[in-house]
């Protein structure tokens, strides 16, 4: 014999008595507990135990020499979770990767003479805009001084320019025209 069932009612005044038991949790994953442990040691100390990328970043120039300087710039270090020696990925500007694939021998050379021996296994490349790198101070780098220019350059350009109507206009062409020739 089938048994009725409840009204709405009587449902509501069932579920009212009846406590159920709360679903039984397991105890939280410990890679959670810990990220936020490991996250603040990576940062004071780190990766690899040591300075990593920001060594590297700071002496970026004189690993790869100031052509790879101008369109590379490493990134990161990336570890392999059984241990081991690690992958450093290097952003590229464009074109520059066939040049940084081409010397990656001896870029790792390089790098595992900064970081230690065996501390770099390989290099990722991955192309995107790259930082422009600090300016070294030194006599390559060292603006000329600008000069007055010779009397008849500037009459010369005047002439050029007494067609012009548009003030900023004539202004721009006249400092373009100075720049023009003071390089030669």
Do not use: C
């Not at 300087?69 to 590229?92: D, H, N, Q, S, Y």
Request: glycine content about 10%.
């Amino acid at each position: 014999m089938r048994r009725p069932l409840p009204s709405p009612a009587e449902t509501a005044e069932i579920l009212a008595r009846k406590r159920t038991r709360p679903l039984r949790r397991g105890p939280p994953v410990a890679g959670k507990a810990l990220s936020a442990y490991i996250h603040g040691l990576e940062t004071r100390f780190g990766e690899m135990g040591g300075p990593g990328v920001k060594l590297l970043a700071q002496r970026w120039r004189e690993t790869v020499g100031e052509v790879l300087a101008r369109r590379t710039e490493p990134v990161k270090l990336i570890r392999p979770r059984r241990g081991g020696a690690a992958i450093l990925e290097v952003k590229v500007d464009g074109p520059g990767a066939a040049l940084v694939q081409h010397q990656a021998p001896d870029i790792l050379a390089r790098v595992n003479l900064i970081l230690g021996e065996g501390a770099v296994e390989k290099l990722r490349i991955t192309q995107g805009p790259v930082k422009a790198p600090a300016v070294a101070s030194g006599p390559a780098t060292r603006k000329r001084s600008s000069g007055p220019l010779d009397a008849a350059v500037e009459a010369e350009l005047a002439r050029g320019l007494e067609a012009a109507k548009n003030a900023k206009l004539k202004a721009a062409l006249l400092r373009l025209g100075r720049e023009v020739a003071r390089r030669g």
